[in-house]
Each structure stands twice: as structure tokens, then as C-alpha cells.
């Protein structure tokens, strides 16, 4: 399978509305997949999405670009507390349906995960939906490993998913 040519770089303030709207699509594609509801995203202001996707020493948003388009993103996290600063968080992958199957998730997850390796971070942990058997795969073909399931994770409109917990040891 050939992978779509597309640039992957980090988001900034220019890319919040295309930021925006890709999560609230996900929202509403992959419900399951996304813990905030429509409503819910659609509330974050143009200062807190700016800042969600800022990068710092413990953050940092990555999107797929096609033609200069937002197809897909992934956000990564590191803890801030000390005791915590070895774990970081992978959030947030999407990609746009019409891109899936393309390479695109695995390449943005590349790059959040070489990421975290040059910030001196020694684990990658993210959550997985019990009913997204292709990300499950995607993640475990880079190496991330079940730590635990939690039952009944997510609730929408009265039916509950559960979620894995996964994690990626970079030492």
C-alpha cells in the first residue's frame, strides 16, 4: 500500500480553525474514539484550542497535511509533576475517513512517538476503545503493549465501552 505524500509538522496558532473542525468531525465519525461530545468541543474557544496546541517542552500537536490541508492530527502530552516527568500521553488521533487506511495514523503516531523519545521521556501510555480493533492494531504494531482494560469507560447514550490502556517503553 503506497502512503499518501503529505507533510506532518507541528500545529500552530495558523492551523486552529482546521484543528477545530477536525475534532469536531471526530467527534461525530468516531464518538467511541473521542471523550469529548459535539457540544462539548464545539465550546472550546479560539485562546483554549491556541493553547491546547502550543508547543512547549511538555506538548505538542502534529498534523497530516494533504496540499496543505488537515487531514490528520495526534497530540502528545508529558506529565509536568516530577514524580510523573518519565510518562508522557499520546491524544486525539484522527484522521479524516477518506485518508484511512493510507499510513497516515502510523506516520503521525511515528512522529509523536520520535518526539517523546527526544524529550528524554521513557514511557508513551494512550487509551484505545474496546470497539477500534484497527487503531488496537495499529498501536500494537508499534509496540505498545496492554497494561489494562477498563470496563465501561465510556458511556454514549446508555451504552458503555470499554477502554485499553496501553503503553510504549522507550528505555
Known sequence: MNAVPLTIRTLTEDDIDAFHALRLEATVDTPY???????????????????????????????????????????????????????????????????????????????????????????????VGGKNPRAQTLYRSLGFTIYGTESRAICIDGEYFDEEHMVLVLD
Open 33 to 127: 474514539g473521542i471523550v469529548p461530545t459535539y457540544e462539548e468541543e464545539a465550546r472550546w474557544t479560539r485562546e483554549e484550542n491556541i493553547a491546547r496546541v502550543r508547543e512547549t517542552d511538555r506538548q505538542a500537536v502534529f498534523g497530516a497535511f494533504d496540499s496543505g490541508v488537515l487531514v490528520g492530527i495526534v497530540g502528545w502530552r508529558r506529565e509536568a509533576r516530577q514524580k510523573l516527568a518519565h510518562k508522557s500521553l499520546i491524544w486525539g488521533v484522527f484522521v479524516k475517513p477518506a485518508y484511512r487506511r493510507t499510513g497516515i495514523a502510523r506516520r503521525l503516531m511515528e512522529r509523536a512517538i520520535e518526539h517523546a523519545r527526544a524529550s528524554g521521556v521513557e514511557q508513551v501510555q494512550l487509551t
